[in-house]
């Protein structure tokens, strides 16, 4: 039986578009592709190959996203790593996943690791050729059930946990999201969260389907200035980041905003309020590591009220709240399970649900409340 194949769209429909911005440097499509296919050329010529576990540390970066690209073309899982981490916890994560290999930004090139037996520079891997060798390249396909990421919990509830992820989980998320706050060519969506959050993946594949662009803060100025220097039209946000923003914030600086993106916690009723009294174009959110990101999301044009819930269920999702509460969760974004000593622990029922441990509700609209 064929594998189904999934194709990145905004690579074959808007070539000539921007596709990673920064404010020193801009990538089109094209441009991309072109320096992952030459990332990927270096690194099988280092040993890797495809289905590896290619762990990476690193902040947000053009050299990032294109070390990503570069391993999901060859078939190869990335697993990110927080910047938070000490050197103990990523030596006992990448061994209880049996990840061997470890790719650093040369700003954590000095940290010392004793477990990954290979060590490479972000740098050196994603130097850009200016020069575009072919368009011929601009289309190109994977597979819906190719393992994509690694990502690790929060560790909220205790040890953080690692996440496997395909391909076709992060493309359903983002084709669902990109369905309800819609992201065109033109606009840019600031990388505001980072890439060892599933939250900062989500990003990167709603552009690669829709043809926006994804916009690099520079991590010197306040998240006010980056809106203004980069003029940035979309954005996700976590309930202190809307805080700070609505502490420094004026009139002005909504005019290219056409939505904000909140999650990750609850975010207080009162802060909901203060931002559409602001004129903001929030958009509240629920949703999970295991699922990809989102789950259910109030619409733009949704009124106060429906603000103060946590939306309806995107498309490509499942869910349904169990007799004692509890809001359980499926459909083609839910994540294989947790990888433990090298094997995927598959963590659905028999129904092929996953439970949250999370306690909801439905209204009568089909808005959650949790």
Same mark, same amino acid.
């Given at each position: 039986?064929?594998?189904?194949?999934?194709?990145?769209?905004?690579? !074959?429909?808007?070539?000539?578009?921007?596709?990673?911005?920064?404010?020193?440097?801009? %990538?089109?499509?094209? $441009?991309?592709? $072109?320096?992952?296919?030459?990332? #990927?050329?270096?690194?099988?010529?280092?040993?890797?190959?495809?289905?590896?576990?290619?762990?990476?540390? +690193?902040?947000?970066?053009?050299?990032?996203?294109?070390?990503?690209?570069?391993?999901?073309?060859?078939?190869?899982?990335?697993?990110?790593?927080?910047?938070?981490?000490?050197?103990?916890?990523?030596?006992? +994560?990448?061994?209880? =996943?049996?990840?061997?290999?470890?790719?650093?930004?040369?700003?954590?090139?000095?940290?010392?690791?004793?477990?990954?037996? &290979?060590?490479?520079? %972000?740098?050196? *891997?994603? $130097?850009?050729?200016?020069? @575009?060798?072919?368009?011929?390249?601009?289309?190109?396909?994977?597979?819906?059930?190719?393992?994509?990421?690694?990502?690790?919990?929060?560790?909220?509830? /205790?040890?953080?946990?690692?996440? @496997?992820?395909?391909?076709?989980?992060?493309?359903?998320? +983002?084709? /669902?999201?990109?369905?309800?706050? *819609?992201?065109?060519? #033109?606009?840019?969506?600031? *990388?505001?969260?980072?890439?060892?959050? @599933?939250? /900062?993946?989500?990003?990167?594949?709603?552009?690669? %389907?829709? #043809?926006?662009?994804?916009?690099?803060?520079?991590?010197?100025?306040?998240?006010?200035?980056? %809106?203004?220097?980069?003029? =940035?039209?979309?954005?996700?946000?976590?309930?202190?980041?809307?805080?700070?923003?609505?502490?420094?914030?004026?009139? =002005?600086?909504?005019?290219?905003?056409?939505?904000?993106?909140?999650?990750?916690?609850?975010?207080?009723?009162?802060?909901?309020?203060?931002?559409?009294?602001?004129?903001?174009?929030?958009?509240?959110?629920?949703?999970?590591?295991?699922?990809?990101? &989102?789950?259910?999301?109030?619409?733009?044009?949704?009124?106060?009220?429906?603000?103060?819930?946590?939306?309806?269920?995107?498309?490509?999702?499942?869910?349904?709240?169990?007799?004692?509460?509890?809001?359980?969760?499926? /459909?083609?974004?839910?994540?294989?399970?947790?990888?433990? !000593?090298?094997?995927?622990?598959?963590?659905?029922?028999?129904?092929?649900?996953?439970?949250?441990?999370?306690?909801?509700?439905?209204?009568?609209?089909?808005?959650?409340?949790?």
């Amino acid at each position: 039986m064929a594998k189904k194949e999934i194709t990145f769209t905004a690579f !074959k429909k808007s070539p000539q578009n921007p596709a990673v911005i920064s404010a020193e440097s801009s %990538l089109t499509f094209m $441009q991309l592709l $072109q320096s992952a296919i030459e990332t #990927g050329e270096r690194l099988a010529a280092t040993g890797i190959k495809r289905d590896d576990k290619i762990a990476i540390l +690193a902040n947000t970066s053009v050299e990032y996203i294109i070390l990503l690209l570069a391993l999901w073309k060859s078939g190869i899982t990335a697993v990110p790593l927080s910047t938070r981490w000490s050197t103990a916890q990523i030596d006992e +994560a990448l061994q209880n =996943i049996n990840c061997k290999s470890l790719i650093l930004s040369d700003k954590f090139l000095k940290e010392q690791f004793t477990y990954p037996s &290979q060590i490479l520079s %972000l740098e050196n *891997l994603t $130097q850009t050729n200016s020069i @575009v060798r072919s368009s011929a390249n601009s289309k190109f396909a994977v597979t819906a059930d190719q393992m994509a990421t690694i990502i690790f919990t929060s560790g909220s509830t /205790g040890i953080a946990k690692a996440a @496997v992820h395909t391909i076709g989980n992060h493309y359903f998320n +983002a084709l /669902g999201s990109n369905r309800n706050i *819609l992201f065109n060519p #033109g606009d840019r969506w600031l *990388l505001s969260l980072p890439l060892y959050h @599933v939250g /900062g993946v989500a990003i990167i594949f709603r552009s690669f %389907l829709s #043809g926006g662009s994804v916009a690099i803060p520079e991590h010197k100025l306040s998240l006010q200035e980056n %809106l203004a220097n980069l003029r =940035i039209t979309h954005l996700s946000l976590v309930a202190t980041q809307l805080y700070r923003l609505l502490e420094t914030f004026s009139d =002005i600086d909504s005019n290219h905003l056409q939505a904000i993106l909140l999650g990750g916690s609850a975010i207080p009723e009162s802060l909901i309020k203060r931002a559409v009294e602001n004129n903001l174009p929030i958009c509240q959110s629920y949703g999970s590591t295991e699922m990809a990101s &989102q789950i259910t999301t109030t619409r733009p044009e949704d009124s106060l009220q429906h603000l103060y819930t946590l939306g309806q269920l995107l498309p490509y999702r499942k869910l349904q709240i169990a007799p004692d509460g509890e809001i359980l969760v499926g /459909g083609g974004t839910l994540f294989q399970g947790y990888l433990e !000593k090298g094997t995927c622990k598959i963590v659905r029922d028999k129904e092929d649900w996953f439970h949250t441990g999370d306690l909801g509700s439905m209204d009568e609209n089909g808005y959650l409340h949790v």
